[in-house]
């Protein structure tokens, strides 16, 4: 058997029931072409990584790689990717919805010419989103118009989940992918420090007949993440930003909670204030957990853990606040500028801690 020409990284997550028939229209689709298929599951329950296992038994060009306590669709297509030592590298999705017949097209356009990249789009002349239910067309078409607008990507389709590439094209992009997400193409072209040449090739996405999609809610805001991250990423932390951002909203929950305690209900000045910092720091809590943690989420049991964390750490940043602003006040800063330079200090306090403690990464490290 020699050396395969085409590697197609296909990541999976809870996709037992497609394997068999992915691999039998991929056989047929590409006749001629040596070629091989790496499975990248992330220890899905229904035992698609045993699937793969147990057929590669029987065909070698069929691979697997079982990866535990990851989750990540763009993570586990980089480390497909890596494990490849052919000159071209497909990625497609397990669910059959990407159409395995352009393949071959793909192919010859990389091989004829100098592309990097050549697109399977849903959007160019030819391509359609088939029956994508109304509500999932707009949102892609919306996401894909801002990613284009954005970001400046020239391709119809920057969200495609199905595409191939040089081998070269990757290396050259690797160590700046955020590998965070969903959106490995968007990334892919974000990256490069040069124009990427690419061709789009048209293609016709049919429905899921089995299994579930995996987009969500969760997935269209780390979109949006990546997309501030390949924005300003470089000058400030997106995480920080957002951690901010909830600060503020928690300080105008503050507000509302005193200032109703105290002029409506008739509450002492020292008690309103107390309560108004629990609930704002209790709010501020879920906020971050939900928007600035969102890839680290806790849940259950370990909320528990991360709030008292959380509580401590903004009692310290409290009291750093003070006493940096109270010495540049007493230094003759004006008042207004010894205010906010404490207020920054204990920001960051309270965003380095959070971020090592409070939701500190577990288990093996995600790429990015
Ligand atoms: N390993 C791994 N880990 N695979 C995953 C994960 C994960 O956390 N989440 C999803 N997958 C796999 C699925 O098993 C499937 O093979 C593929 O990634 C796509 O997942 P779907 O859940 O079917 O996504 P989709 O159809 O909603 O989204 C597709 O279309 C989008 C454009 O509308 C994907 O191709 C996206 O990349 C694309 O942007
Ligand atoms: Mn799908």
Redesign the pocket.
């Known amino acids: 058997m020699s050396a395969p020409d085409l590697t197609i990284v296909?990541?999976?997550?809870?996709?037992r029931d497609?394997v068999e028939e992915l691999i039998r229209r991929v056989t047929a689709a590409l006749g001629g072409v040596s070629w091989e298929m790496v499975f990248?599951?992330?220890d899905s329950p229904d035992g698609t990584a045993d699937l793969v296992f147990a057929i590669s038994r029987g065909d070698p060009r069929i691979r697997a790689i079982r990866?535990i306590g990851r989750?990540?669709?763009s993570s586990?297509c980089i480390e497909g990717i890596c494990s490849s030592s052919a000159p071209y590298i497909a990625v497609m999705?397990?669910?059959l919805?990407?159409d395995e017949g352009i393949l071959p097209r793909m192919l010859d356009a990389l091989k004829a010419s100098g592309t990097d990249l050549a697109i399977g789009s849903r959007y160019v002349e030819g391509g359609s989103t088939g029956t994508?239910p109304g509500l999932?067309a707009k949102m892609?078409r919306f996401a894909t118009w801002i990613g284009s607008s954005w970001l400046g990507v020239g391709t119809t389709d920057p969200?495609?989940?199905?595409f191939m590439f040089r081998r070269e094209f990757f290396y050259e992009v690797v160590r700046d992918l955020s590998g965070k997400g969903?959106?490995?193409?968007l990334d892919l072209i974000a990256s490069a420090k040069r124009e990427v040449k690419f061709i789009d090739v048209p293609y016709d996405m049919r429905a899921?007949e089995r299994?579930?999609?995996?987009?969500s809610a969760m997935v269209l805001w780390e979109y949006l993440l990546l997309l501030c991250e390949k924005s300003f990423g470089n000058f400030v932390p997106v995480r920080f930003i957002f951690f901010v951002m909830m600060g503020l909203l928690g300080a105008l929950l503050h507000l509302a909670v005193l200032t109703s305690l105290f002029y409506r209900a008739g509450v002492p000045f020292i008690p309103a204030q107390s309560a108004a910092v629990i609930v704002a720091m209790t709010a501020n809590f879920f906020f971050n957990n939900y928007f600035t943690y969102a890839d680290r989420r806790l849940k259950g049991a370990n909320i528990l853990r991360g709030i008292t964390i959380f509580y401590l750490t903004c009692a310290v940043g409290a009291a750093i606040n003070l006493m940096v602003a109270t010495y540049l006040y007493h230094r003759g800063i004006l008042v207004p500028f010894a205010g906010l330079l404490g207020a920054a200090v204990g920001a960051i306090w309270n965003y380095t801690l959070s971020t090592q403690y409070a939701w500190r990464q577990s288990g093996p490290r995600a790429a990015g």
């Open positions: 296909v990541p999976t997550f809870k996709e497609n990248v599951d992330d990866r989750r990540g669709l586990a999705d397990a669910d919805q990407h994508m999932r892609s969200m495609s989940g199905f969903f959106k490995i193409l899921r299994g579930d999609s995996k987009l």
